[in-house]
């Protein structure tokens, strides 16, 4: 019997589940424009899965890569929930270098 499929599934799910706390947390102590660090950090994750030749460390990675993204397209939604109550605001966040630039850009949305 091949667990490889399984075993893939679970990590993808338990991988997934931390995405998560990752957007909350990220979006309460840098704001949502560090969307542009995230989605960076999963386009490089998901370019070193490429070349590494372990089927498994390459999925893993591929889909840590793929979780990044994702959240750094779902930091502007968490900022509106943080607005609406659902989460604890945090009033004073760490600044970000380029802020100023980002501010300018629109953020990703899917």
């Not at 667990?3 to 840098?30: K, S, Y």
């Not at 969307?35 to 490429?50: A, F, H, N, R």
Request: hydrophobic fraction near 55%; glycine fraction near 10%; charged fraction near 10%.
């Amino acid at each position: 019997m091949n667990f490889f499929g399984f075993l893939l599934g679970i990590a993808t799910l338990l991988i997934i589940g931390l995405g998560f706390p990752l957007v909350i947390r990220g979006e309460r102590i840098f704001g949502y424009l560090c969307w542009p660090y995230m989605m960076s950090i999963g386009l490089l994750l998901i370019v070193i899965s490429i070349f590494i030749n372990i089927n498994w460390i390459s999925a893993m990675i591929g889909v840590l890569g793929a979780t990044f993204i994702w959240g750094s397209t779902e930091l502007k939604e968490q900022a509106v929930r943080t607005e609406m109550g659902w989460y604890p605001f945090k009033p004073n966040k760490a600044g970000l270098p380029f802020s100023s630039i980002i501010k300018k850009w629109k953020a990703p949305h899917l």
